[in-house]
């Protein structure tokens, strides 16, 4: 199906392990964005990128990788996970700067 | 520290029109204001934006003022499937860091 898809949906894990979130858009949007939610709050940005192989830093960034080495997906890495990083995490794609931004559904992750 | 001000929640009747405040008082002249709408655990969904004209689409009107330091997102007829916190967020067109509030939660009751 055409549109902006994330895996896992839900997803567990300890304190220090390595979690990697994956996110694929089939519009062939140059733009990709990565955001956490946590509960009760507004989306902050994590990372962003323009093109293939160009990524560069939202608001909160620290303790995340990306990388994009194909157009149509944007994974994010949490490299040693925390307790801080439980949140719901919303990939986002767009056409261009200006336009709206799409987003998937959310993979909603637990470190315990 | 997002730019924008909004109420934390609102309600409406179903059928009437919603009308859905922000204040943006330190708007730049380059700046958006730009909608969207969560509705419960889902992604956000864009609604409108613009400048300085009202704008309209199928979904909302969007009205800002003529100094801009604010706007009001209209619903014209809510339903219950409308029931979502909305966020309004300023932003210059071609920056990527689109700053979320905290945003209005609206409901639409019967």
């Known amino acids: 199906d055409a549109g902006i898809t994330q895996s896992p949906r839900y997803k567990i894990t300890e304190t220090g392990r390595q979690v990697t979130l994956m996110c694929h858009q089939t519009w062939s949007h140059s733009y990709m964005f990565w955001y956490r939610q946590d509960l009760g709050h507004g989306l902050r940005l994590i990372y962003y990128?323009?093109?293939?192989?160009?990524?560069d830093k939202g608001e909160v960034p620290d303790g995340y990788v990306v990388s994009r080495s194909k157009t149509e997906n944007f994974p994010l890495t949490l490299e040693s996970a925390t307790r801080s990083q439980t949140s719901v995490y919303f990939c986002a794609s767009n056409v261009a700067s200006y336009n709206e931004q799409f987003f998937g559904p959310g993979t909603r992750l637990t470190v315990l | 520290d997002a730019k924008t001000t909004q109420p934390p929640s609102m309600d409406c009747a179903e059928g009437r029109a919603a009308n859905l405040p922000c204040n943006h008082s330190?708007?730049?002249?380059?700046?958006?204001v730009y909608w969207y709408r969560q509705i419960h655990s889902q992604g956000p969904q864009y609604i409108i934006h613009g400048l300085k004209n009202n704008e309209t689409n199928e979904m909302a009107s969007l009205i800002i003022t003529e100094d801009r330091k604010s706007s009001t997102l209209i619903l014209p007829h809510a339903t219950l499937r409308d029931t979502a916190v909305y966020y309004c967020?300023?932003?210059?067109?071609?920056?990527?860091?689109?700053?979320f509030g905290a945003g209005t939660r609206l409901t639409v009751k019967p």
């Open positions: 967020i300023v932003r210059v067109a071609n920056n990527n860091d689109m700053r």
């Open positions: 990128s323009a093109a293939a192989d160009i990524t």
């Open positions: 330190t708007i730049s002249g380059n700046e958006y």
